[in-house]
């Protein structure tokens, strides 16, 4: 069964939309098989954004996220990754369809809500990075 990372960010957990977006991942039909509550460390985002390191935004990014906790989550099913981020909407919220996530519940690329696996792959590295004990059925 394929796997997904999703990640409610430091701006959706201020803003208490974390339970939102896991019913809208329930009412798709996906299975949620992990959730921690974490304020994660600049070491582990380094590494979960490393593909962003020589961006520009990147110091900005990683400040950004220390900023509060964040919700990881493993979700499975059929095509969650891709489904998943259909959900999520585009990364410019401005860009995202009403009934997506972003286009729904915010306007700043900066501080858009949630983050999503892009591929299978990086699906299971996220989830090794961020739950490194292992996730159960």
């Known amino acids: 069964m394929e796997r997904t990372y999703i990640m409610v960010k430091p701006d959706g957990v201020e803003r208490g939309l974390v339970g939102e977006i896991i019913?809208?991942?329930e009412q798709k039909g996906y299975k949620l098989q992990a959730l921690q509550l974490i304020h994660p460390t600049k070491e582990l985002l380094e590494q979960h954004y490393s593909d962003l390191s020589s961006k520009p935004f990147f110091p900005e990014l990683i400040k950004y996220m220390q900023t509060g906790p964040v919700v990881a989550m493993v979700w499975a099913g059929k095509s969650v990754v891709k489904a998943g981020r259909t959900l999520l909407g585009a990364t410019n919220p401005l860009e995202s369809a009403p009934g997506t996530i972003r286009g729904d519940f915010c306007i700043d690329v900066g501080a858009n809500l949630c983050h999503g696996s892009d591929a299978v792959e990086s699906a299971e590295k996220?989830?090794?990075?961020?739950?490194?004990k292992g996730v159960g059925n």
Do not use: H
């Open 23 to 25: 019913k809208r991942f």
């Open 126 to 132: 996220e989830i090794a990075l961020w739950f490194p």
